[in-house]
Protein backbone atom coordinates (compact mmCIF):
# COMPACT_ATOMS: atom_id res chain seq x y z
CA UNK A 1 0.00 0.00 0.00
CA UNK A 2 3.29 2.33 0.26
CA UNK A 3 3.47 2.84 -3.57
CA UNK A 4 1.28 5.59 -5.30
CA UNK A 5 -2.47 4.57 -5.82
CA UNK A 6 -2.02 6.57 -9.18
CA UNK A 7 -0.28 3.93 -10.77
CA UNK A 8 -3.46 2.31 -9.66
CA UNK A 9 -6.13 1.17 -13.28
CA UNK A 10 -8.70 3.42 -11.36
CA UNK A 11 -8.77 5.31 -8.22
CA UNK A 12 -12.08 5.10 -5.93
CA UNK A 13 -12.44 7.62 -3.34
CA UNK A 14 -15.02 7.21 -0.13
CA UNK A 15 -15.75 10.65 1.73
CA UNK A 16 -17.74 9.68 5.03
CA UNK A 17 -19.64 12.57 5.74
CA UNK A 18 -19.28 13.64 2.18
CA UNK A 19 -22.95 16.06 2.08
CA UNK A 20 -21.60 17.78 5.27
CA UNK A 21 -20.05 21.70 5.46
CA UNK A 22 -16.76 20.29 5.63
CA UNK A 23 -17.42 17.37 3.64
CA UNK A 24 -18.61 18.79 0.44
CA UNK A 25 -15.81 21.72 0.66
CA UNK A 26 -13.13 18.47 0.37
CA UNK A 27 -15.48 16.43 -1.84
CA UNK A 28 -15.78 19.49 -4.63
CA UNK A 29 -11.91 20.36 -4.02
CA UNK A 30 -10.75 16.78 -4.59
CA UNK A 31 -13.12 16.45 -8.05
CA UNK A 32 -10.71 19.85 -9.31
CA UNK A 33 -7.17 17.65 -8.96
CA UNK A 34 -8.35 15.27 -11.49
CA UNK A 35 -7.41 12.30 -9.10
CA UNK A 36 -10.34 10.46 -9.26
CA UNK A 37 -12.11 8.04 -11.40
CA UNK A 38 -14.90 7.44 -8.99
CA UNK A 39 -16.05 9.10 -6.03
CA UNK A 40 -18.89 8.05 -2.86
CA UNK A 41 -20.53 10.46 -1.18
CA UNK A 42 -21.30 8.42 2.07
CA UNK A 43 -23.26 9.89 4.80
CA UNK A 44 -26.20 8.96 7.31
CA UNK A 45 -28.58 11.94 5.66
CA UNK A 46 -28.77 10.64 2.49
CA UNK A 47 -31.65 12.53 1.01
CA UNK A 48 -28.31 15.24 1.92
CA UNK A 49 -25.95 13.38 -0.04
CA UNK A 50 -27.63 12.73 -2.56
CA UNK A 51 -29.16 16.53 -3.35
CA UNK A 52 -25.24 17.34 -3.21
CA UNK A 53 -24.43 14.67 -5.72
CA UNK A 54 -26.93 15.67 -7.85
CA UNK A 55 -25.76 19.56 -7.76
CA UNK A 56 -22.29 18.48 -8.98
CA UNK A 57 -23.47 16.71 -12.09
CA UNK A 58 -20.36 14.89 -12.13
CA UNK A 59 -20.66 11.12 -13.31
CA UNK A 60 -17.89 10.10 -11.14
CA UNK A 61 -19.85 10.95 -7.81
CA UNK A 62 -22.88 8.87 -5.91
CA UNK A 63 -24.17 8.74 -2.87
CA UNK A 64 -24.78 6.13 -0.58
CA UNK A 65 -26.40 6.05 3.16
CA UNK A 66 -24.05 5.11 5.95
CA UNK A 67 -24.13 4.87 9.44
CA UNK A 68 -20.74 5.02 10.72
CA UNK A 69 -21.42 2.91 14.01
CA UNK A 70 -22.95 0.20 12.16
CA UNK A 71 -19.02 -2.31 12.12
CA UNK A 72 -19.25 -4.33 9.82
CA UNK A 73 -21.38 -2.24 6.80
CA UNK A 74 -18.35 0.71 6.92
CA UNK A 75 -15.90 -2.19 6.62
CA UNK A 76 -17.62 -3.07 4.14
CA UNK A 77 -18.23 -0.38 1.90
CA UNK A 78 -14.63 1.42 2.46
CA UNK A 79 -13.29 -1.97 1.04
CA UNK A 80 -15.10 -1.32 -1.84
CA UNK A 81 -12.70 1.64 -1.96
CA UNK A 82 -8.58 3.21 -2.77
CA UNK A 83 -8.14 5.59 -0.56
CA UNK A 84 -10.75 6.86 2.56
CA UNK A 85 -11.34 10.81 3.39
CA UNK A 86 -13.24 11.36 6.51
CA UNK A 87 -14.91 14.55 7.79
CA UNK A 88 -17.95 12.78 10.45
CA UNK A 89 -17.98 14.51 13.82
CA UNK A 90 -17.98 14.78 16.65
CA UNK A 91 -14.76 13.08 16.56
CA UNK A 92 -14.88 12.36 20.53
CA UNK A 93 -17.76 9.75 19.33
CA UNK A 94 -16.87 8.67 16.16
CA UNK A 95 -13.01 8.76 15.58
CA UNK A 96 -11.97 5.95 17.18
CA UNK A 97 -13.88 3.49 15.78
CA UNK A 98 -14.31 4.77 12.04
CA UNK A 99 -9.96 4.33 12.25
CA UNK A 100 -10.41 0.52 13.44
CA UNK A 101 -12.98 -0.26 10.76
CA UNK A 102 -9.97 1.80 8.27
CA UNK A 103 -7.41 -0.91 9.48
CA UNK A 104 -9.52 -3.38 9.62
CA UNK A 105 -10.89 -3.13 5.93
CA UNK A 106 -7.05 -2.14 5.33
CA UNK A 107 -7.50 1.09 3.41
CA UNK A 108 -5.49 3.87 3.06
CA UNK A 109 -7.35 6.88 5.43
CA UNK A 110 -7.00 10.62 5.59
CA UNK A 111 -9.09 12.57 8.23
CA UNK A 112 -9.77 16.03 10.47
CA UNK A 113 -9.78 14.66 13.86
CA UNK A 114 -9.59 17.49 16.02
CA UNK A 115 -10.32 15.78 19.64
CA UNK A 116 -7.67 14.99 21.78
CA UNK A 117 -9.11 11.88 23.26
CA UNK A 118 -9.69 9.72 20.32
CA UNK A 119 -5.91 11.23 18.78
CA UNK A 120 -4.40 9.56 22.02
CA UNK A 121 -6.25 6.10 21.45
CA UNK A 122 -5.81 6.21 17.57
CA UNK A 123 -2.44 6.65 18.10
CA UNK A 124 -1.98 3.43 20.04
CA UNK A 125 -3.25 1.79 16.62
CA UNK A 126 0.19 2.34 14.78
CA UNK A 127 1.44 -1.13 15.10
CA UNK A 128 -1.43 -2.64 13.71
CA UNK A 129 -1.59 0.22 10.91
CA UNK A 130 1.89 -0.65 10.32
CA UNK A 131 1.31 -4.76 9.81
CA UNK A 132 -2.13 -3.78 7.82
CA UNK A 133 0.63 -2.02 5.38
CA UNK A 134 -1.32 0.95 5.42
CA UNK A 135 -1.39 4.73 5.84
CA UNK A 136 -3.45 6.85 8.40
CA UNK A 137 -3.44 10.27 8.66
CA UNK A 138 -5.34 11.84 10.84
CA UNK A 139 -5.75 15.98 12.33
CA UNK A 140 -4.89 17.09 8.97
CA UNK A 141 -7.48 20.14 9.25
CA UNK A 142 -6.77 23.54 10.30
CA UNK A 143 -6.06 22.90 14.05
CA UNK A 144 -4.95 20.48 14.09
CA UNK A 145 -3.54 20.43 10.51
CA UNK A 146 -1.96 23.40 9.33
CA UNK A 147 -0.71 24.36 13.01
CA UNK A 148 0.88 21.46 13.40
CA UNK A 149 3.09 22.14 9.80
CA UNK A 150 3.56 25.89 11.16
CA UNK A 151 4.99 24.41 14.21
CA UNK A 152 7.41 21.91 12.43
CA UNK A 153 8.11 24.57 10.38
CA UNK A 154 9.20 26.85 13.13
CA UNK A 155 10.91 23.97 14.94
CA UNK A 156 12.94 23.34 11.86
CA UNK A 157 14.62 27.00 11.93
CA UNK A 158 16.13 26.16 15.33
CA UNK A 159 18.79 23.42 16.25
CA UNK A 160 17.02 23.00 19.57
CA UNK A 161 13.39 23.50 20.23
CA UNK A 162 12.25 23.06 24.21
CA UNK A 163 8.46 24.71 24.14
CA UNK A 164 5.77 24.90 20.99
CA UNK A 165 2.76 26.86 20.83
CA UNK A 166 -0.03 26.59 18.74
CA UNK A 167 -2.97 29.00 18.55
CA UNK A 168 -5.75 30.08 16.99
CA UNK A 169 -7.59 34.01 16.95
CA UNK A 170 -6.51 37.35 16.37
CA UNK A 171 -4.34 40.25 17.58
CA UNK A 172 -6.16 43.95 17.11
CA UNK A 173 -9.31 43.97 15.01
CA UNK A 174 -12.15 46.16 15.79
CA UNK A 175 -15.27 45.45 18.28
CA UNK A 176 -18.61 47.09 16.60
CA UNK A 177 -21.96 47.72 18.10
CA UNK A 178 -24.73 45.85 17.60
CA UNK A 179 -25.34 47.53 14.26
CA UNK A 180 -22.81 46.58 13.00
CA UNK A 181 -21.99 42.62 14.02
CA UNK A 182 -21.72 40.71 11.31
CA UNK A 183 -24.15 38.84 9.39
CA UNK A 184 -22.00 35.35 10.24
CA UNK A 185 -22.42 35.97 13.72
CA UNK A 186 -26.54 35.91 13.00
CA UNK A 187 -26.45 32.96 10.45
CA UNK A 188 -23.97 31.19 13.27
CA UNK A 189 -27.21 31.72 15.81
CA UNK A 190 -28.99 31.13 13.29
CA UNK A 191 -27.87 27.28 12.13
CA UNK A 192 -24.13 25.81 11.74
CA UNK A 193 -22.17 23.41 11.64
CA UNK A 194 -23.65 21.24 14.65
CA UNK A 195 -20.39 18.61 14.81
CA UNK A 196 -18.11 22.17 15.21
CA UNK A 197 -19.60 23.53 17.97
CA UNK A 198 -20.19 20.11 19.44
CA UNK A 199 -16.57 19.31 19.61
CA UNK A 200 -16.36 23.26 20.58
CA UNK A 201 -18.11 23.07 23.61
CA UNK A 202 -16.89 19.30 24.69
CA UNK A 203 -13.34 20.66 24.89
CA UNK A 204 -13.88 23.25 26.40
CA UNK A 205 -15.57 22.30 29.58
CA UNK A 206 -13.25 19.23 30.70
CA UNK A 207 -9.72 19.19 31.71
CA UNK A 208 -7.12 18.96 28.58
CA UNK A 209 -3.63 17.79 28.42
CA UNK A 210 -1.09 19.89 28.38
CA UNK A 211 2.62 19.28 28.02
CA UNK A 212 5.08 20.65 30.31
CA UNK A 213 8.07 19.97 31.85
CA UNK A 214 8.87 16.85 29.66
CA UNK A 215 5.14 14.89 31.14
CA UNK A 216 1.36 15.87 30.84
CA UNK A 217 -0.45 17.36 33.04
CA UNK A 218 -4.47 18.48 32.93
CA UNK A 219 -5.89 21.78 32.77
CA UNK A 220 -9.49 23.69 32.64
CA UNK A 221 -9.31 25.00 29.56
CA UNK A 222 -10.15 29.14 29.51
CA UNK A 223 -8.47 29.36 33.36
CA UNK A 224 -5.63 30.12 32.54
CA UNK A 225 -3.14 30.62 29.00
CA UNK A 226 -0.02 32.43 27.80
CA UNK A 227 0.93 35.55 25.44
CA UNK A 228 1.26 34.86 21.80
CA UNK A 229 3.56 36.79 19.64
CA UNK A 230 2.07 38.13 16.19
CA UNK A 231 3.24 40.81 13.58
CA UNK A 232 1.82 43.83 15.01
CA UNK A 233 1.92 42.74 18.82
CA UNK A 234 1.22 40.42 21.63
CA UNK A 235 -1.85 38.62 22.75
CA UNK A 236 -3.09 36.36 25.75
CA UNK A 237 -4.79 33.28 24.65
CA UNK A 238 -6.64 30.95 26.51
CA UNK A 239 -5.32 27.28 26.60
CA UNK A 240 -7.86 24.78 24.92
CA UNK A 241 -8.14 21.55 24.88
CA UNK A 242 -6.85 20.07 21.53
CA UNK A 243 -4.57 17.15 20.19
CA UNK A 244 -1.77 19.33 19.23
CA UNK A 245 0.42 19.39 22.37
CA UNK A 246 -0.62 15.42 22.09
CA UNK A 247 1.92 14.78 19.48
CA UNK A 248 3.97 17.47 18.51
CA UNK A 249 5.85 16.53 21.47
CA UNK A 250 5.85 12.91 20.22
CA UNK A 251 6.85 13.49 16.42
CA UNK A 252 9.41 16.79 16.65
CA UNK A 253 12.86 15.31 18.46
CA UNK A 254 14.85 18.39 19.09
CA UNK A 255 14.49 18.23 22.92
CA UNK A 256 10.95 19.75 23.44
CA UNK A 257 10.05 19.95 26.55
CA UNK A 258 6.89 21.22 26.49
CA UNK A 259 3.53 22.11 24.27
CA UNK A 260 0.33 23.82 24.15
CA UNK A 261 -2.79 24.48 22.39
CA UNK A 262 -4.49 28.67 22.41
CA UNK A 263 -7.52 30.45 21.33
CA UNK A 264 -8.16 33.40 21.29
CA UNK A 265 -11.37 35.01 21.83
CA UNK A 266 -13.82 37.94 21.93
CA UNK A 267 -14.98 39.25 24.96
CA UNK A 268 -18.47 38.15 24.84
CA UNK A 269 -17.55 34.78 23.34
CA UNK A 270 -15.23 34.30 26.12
CA UNK A 271 -17.52 34.87 28.57
CA UNK A 272 -20.09 32.43 27.23
CA UNK A 273 -17.85 29.38 26.67
CA UNK A 274 -16.67 30.03 30.62
CA UNK A 275 -20.00 29.74 31.44
CA UNK A 276 -21.61 26.89 29.16
CA UNK A 277 -18.40 24.65 29.89
CA UNK A 278 -19.22 25.03 33.55
CA UNK A 279 -22.76 24.29 33.37
CA UNK A 280 -21.43 20.81 31.47
CA UNK A 281 -18.77 20.03 34.03
CA UNK A 282 -21.64 20.25 36.75
CA UNK A 283 -23.79 18.30 34.65
CA UNK A 284 -26.55 20.67 33.84
CA UNK A 285 -26.05 20.63 30.31
CA UNK A 286 -24.70 17.86 27.59
CA UNK A 287 -22.07 18.58 25.12
CA UNK A 288 -24.59 18.81 22.76
CA UNK A 289 -26.76 21.06 24.49
CA UNK A 290 -24.48 23.54 25.11
CA UNK A 291 -23.41 23.72 21.47
CA UNK A 292 -27.02 24.39 20.90
CA UNK A 293 -27.03 27.29 23.12
CA UNK A 294 -23.93 29.00 22.36
CA UNK A 295 -23.97 30.67 19.20
CA UNK A 296 -27.40 31.88 19.81
CA UNK A 297 -25.85 33.24 23.30
CA UNK A 298 -22.82 34.80 22.07
CA UNK A 299 -25.12 36.72 19.29
CA UNK A 300 -27.55 37.69 21.80
CA UNK A 301 -24.31 39.18 23.87
CA UNK A 302 -22.63 40.96 20.77
CA UNK A 303 -25.83 42.94 20.43
CA UNK A 304 -25.64 44.49 23.53
CA UNK A 305 -22.33 46.00 22.67
CA UNK A 306 -22.80 49.99 22.42
CA UNK A 307 -19.15 51.56 21.39
CA UNK A 308 -16.55 50.92 18.84
CA UNK A 309 -13.36 49.67 20.33
CA UNK A 310 -10.30 49.77 17.84
CA UNK A 311 -7.82 47.89 18.78
CA UNK A 312 -5.16 48.58 15.57
CA UNK A 313 -4.69 45.97 12.54
CA UNK A 314 -5.95 42.75 12.55
CA UNK A 315 -3.51 40.05 12.41
CA UNK A 316 -3.68 36.18 13.00
CA UNK A 317 -5.86 33.17 12.14
CA UNK A 318 -3.87 29.76 12.30
CA UNK A 319 -0.14 30.36 14.33
CA UNK A 320 2.16 28.39 15.48
CA UNK A 321 5.92 29.10 17.46
CA UNK A 322 8.35 27.58 18.43
CA UNK A 323 11.37 28.78 21.32
CA UNK A 324 14.84 27.03 21.58
CA UNK A 325 18.71 27.55 20.87
CA UNK A 326 20.15 28.59 17.43
CA UNK A 327 23.68 29.51 17.34
CA UNK A 328 23.94 28.74 20.88
CA UNK A 329 21.08 31.81 21.36
CA UNK A 330 17.81 31.25 22.77
CA UNK A 331 15.23 32.94 19.86
CA UNK A 332 11.63 32.09 18.92
CA UNK A 333 10.58 31.45 15.87
CA UNK A 334 7.00 32.20 15.20
CA UNK A 335 4.80 31.71 11.73
CA UNK A 336 1.28 32.45 10.64
CA UNK A 337 -0.62 32.24 7.30
CA UNK A 338 -1.50 35.39 5.02
CA UNK A 339 -4.10 34.23 3.33
CA UNK A 340 -6.67 31.15 3.00
CA UNK A 341 -9.19 29.04 0.51
CA UNK A 342 -12.79 30.57 0.19
CA UNK A 343 -15.21 29.13 2.71
CA UNK A 344 -13.73 30.52 5.76
CA UNK A 345 -13.29 27.47 8.14
CA UNK A 346 -14.71 24.93 6.10
CA UNK A 347 -11.87 25.79 3.38
CA UNK A 348 -9.11 26.08 5.92
CA UNK A 349 -9.89 22.54 7.11
CA UNK A 350 -11.14 20.84 4.20
CA UNK A 351 -8.59 21.86 1.62
CA UNK A 352 -5.50 20.62 4.00
CA UNK A 353 -7.71 17.43 4.75
CA UNK A 354 -7.10 16.92 0.39
CA UNK A 355 -3.64 17.63 -0.08
CA UNK A 356 -2.84 15.06 2.67
CA UNK A 357 -4.95 13.15 0.81
CA UNK A 358 -2.98 13.85 -2.81
CA UNK A 359 0.40 13.01 -0.66
CA UNK A 360 -0.70 9.69 -0.57
CA UNK A 361 -1.89 9.04 -3.99
CA UNK A 362 0.89 10.51 -5.71
CA UNK A 363 2.96 8.81 -2.98
CA UNK A 364 4.97 11.23 -1.54
CA UNK A 365 3.28 10.12 1.89
CA UNK A 366 5.40 6.44 2.28
CA UNK A 367 5.30 5.82 5.34
CA UNK A 368 2.65 3.52 7.34
CA UNK A 369 1.09 3.02 10.93
CA UNK A 370 -0.42 6.40 11.87
CA UNK A 371 0.62 9.40 11.19
CA UNK A 372 -0.25 13.22 12.09
CA UNK A 373 1.01 15.96 9.93
CA UNK A 374 4.11 16.94 11.31
CA UNK A 375 5.33 13.54 11.25
CA UNK A 376 5.08 12.90 7.63
CA UNK A 377 4.41 16.28 5.62
CA UNK A 378 7.04 18.15 4.68
CA UNK A 379 6.31 22.70 5.23
CA UNK A 380 7.57 24.11 1.94
CA UNK A 381 5.76 20.98 -0.14
CA UNK A 382 2.47 21.65 1.91
CA UNK A 383 2.43 25.12 1.65
CA UNK A 384 3.55 25.09 -1.80
CA UNK A 385 -0.03 23.26 -2.74
CA UNK A 386 -2.10 25.08 -0.07
CA UNK A 387 -1.12 28.84 -1.35
CA UNK A 388 -3.01 28.05 -4.57
CA UNK A 389 -6.47 27.39 -2.88
CA UNK A 390 -5.84 31.20 -1.85
CA UNK A 391 -8.21 33.99 -3.37
CA UNK A 392 -4.92 35.45 -5.05
CA UNK A 393 -2.28 33.20 -4.27
CA UNK A 394 1.05 34.06 -4.10
CA UNK A 395 4.20 33.25 -6.33
CA UNK A 396 6.17 32.01 -3.47
CA UNK A 397 5.96 30.40 0.16
CA UNK A 398 7.89 33.34 1.41
CA UNK A 399 5.03 35.79 0.69
CA UNK A 400 2.18 33.04 2.19
CA UNK A 401 3.69 33.09 5.84
CA UNK A 402 4.45 35.84 8.20
CA UNK A 403 7.61 35.35 10.59
CA UNK A 404 7.66 36.53 13.99
CA UNK A 405 11.80 36.32 15.32
CA UNK A 406 12.09 37.07 18.94
CA UNK A 407 15.23 36.82 21.25
CA UNK A 408 14.55 35.48 24.60
Given at each position: ???????????????????????????????????????????????????????????????????????????????????????????????????????????????????????????????????????????????????????????????????????????????????AVSRKSKRLAEHQEE???????????????????????????????????????????????????????????????????????????????????????????????????????????????????????????????????????????????????????????????????????????????????????????????????????????????YEVIEEL
Amino acid sequence: MGAPILDEFEVKILALGGSGTMGQVAVKTILEGQYVDQLIVADYDIDRAKQFVESLNDGRVSACFIDVQNTKALEDLMSEADLVINTVGPFYRFGESIVRAAIKAERNYVDIMDDYGPTQQVLELDEEARRAGITILIGMGASPGITNILARHAADQLDEVDYIQTAWGYVGGVLRPASAVSRKSKRLAEHQEEAAFDHFLYNAAYKAPLFRDGQFVEIVPFEDGEEVTFPNGKGFFYYFGHPEPVTLGRFINKGIRGACNLVGLEPEELDVVKELGAKVRANELSAAQAAEKYPQEVFARKQQRREVVDLGPRVGGLHASASGKKGGKRVRYGYGCLGEPPKGMAGSTSVPLVIGAEMILEGEIEQTGVLVPEACIDPVAFFERYMKYWVNPPERVEDALYEVIEEL
